[in-house]
């Protein structure tokens, strides 16, 4: 492990502007240990970018889209030196953004789809750079795909992490000797050379993978919150940062739905035992939560996580009962497709289970043709409107009282599917979305407050 070597990554909100990105760059001016800096797309602009993916858009409306990911990039070039090369490969592009955006066959080809995907980080990047070297950093961009193998899996890439290690330390490591790279968080490429993307919020999982190929010490994720909470402020004024929290609390929370974390980010930390530390690129100042292997402290409670726009899929057969097989067949499916399930009850004819299934995402996609599969074997029901809510902490399970506690908290609610004792540090149920702040409110005040 390379004990003087840290990597920072900046979601959209930190680098949404000129402004937010000159907080950044300051950041990394007082960090020598830093050599690699990886980026999101500007605030914003990934939601256009999703747009002209997957709307029905007429020219005019392409346009119209493109001038405003234009609109919020040339307003952070505006206040940096004048640089030929800098503007003319900003330009280059946008011209690139708007030929791929203009291809009939953009919204079902998903190789043209991940190009697209892509532009947000390859232009923030750029302009970071030269933020940085306003700064006086030494600074250039470096392009991730270089080293960031995956399969071809548009839309949920997977890393190939010998490949990624070998790539990084050829092509990356001499690099950072002289200057700080900056690169692009949530974009790769497969063993073509074809864009890939590892999904939304991927940016941090890059950080990670990076953090791991390269021995790095240490992972910063600069975001726009001072710390991980006990659960979500925009539900809650009376959420706090946590000071710690270990790798498995992390990714239990970041799984169930914690937005400060990409599920994935947890893996590389506790492969190489990196240490994760989550701030706010605004105010740096006030410190934020590092994650660690063991805590000091580790209590039954720790946070309240919500994930929603969650569906429940009752599946049920009558040759169910006593049926050898059938669940096989069921997970089979599911397996096929590459989906996560979190939640599974079982009856003597039916098993229901939960997906997640956010608009636009190549979830609910697979979700569907999961669904039509399923009912050439069996009868499907379809339930939507809910999230998932889990408490997450320790020993759960052998801690007495815990259960109890959680559960007389949300009796005046209804639960549709409980699942507990599986895992030591969590106990998940799924509610009906529209009383789902309440119960995260309510939680809160019994476990927290």
Known sequence: MNSALTIAKFGGTSVANYQAMSACASIIAQQSDTRVVVVSASAGVTNHLVSLCHDELDTDQINSVINAISDIQYAIEKHLPQSETRTSALEALLTELTLLAKQPSLRTNDMLKEQVLSMGERMSSLLFTDVLKAHNVAAEVFDVKQVLRTDSNFGAASPDLEQIKTLSQAHLAPKIVTHVQVTQGFVGADEQGRTTTLGRGGSDFTAALLAEALGAQLCQIWTDVIGVYTTDPRITDKARPLPELSFEEAAEMATFGAKVLHPATMEPALRQDIKVFVGSS??????????????????????????????????????????????????????KHELSVDLVTTSEISVSFTLDNPPNSVAERLNRETIIELQDICDVTVERGFDLITVVGNNMQTSVGVSSKILSAVSDYQLRMICFGANPHNMSFLVQEQHSDEIVKQLHRVLFE
């Not at 934020?288 to 580790?298: A, L, P, Q, S, Y």
């Not at 969650?310 to 069921?330: D, E, N, R, S």
Request: glycine share 6%; proline share 7%; net charge positive.
């Open 282 to 335: 605004k105010e740096p100042e006030k410190g934020g939560t590092i994650i660690v292997r063991d805590c000091d402290v580790e209590p039954p409670y720790r946070a309240i996580t919500r994930r929603k726009e969650q569906v429940m899929v009752t599946v049920k057969t009558p040759k169910m009962m006593y049926a050898q097989g059938f669940l096989a067949k069921v997970f089979e499916i599911i397996a």
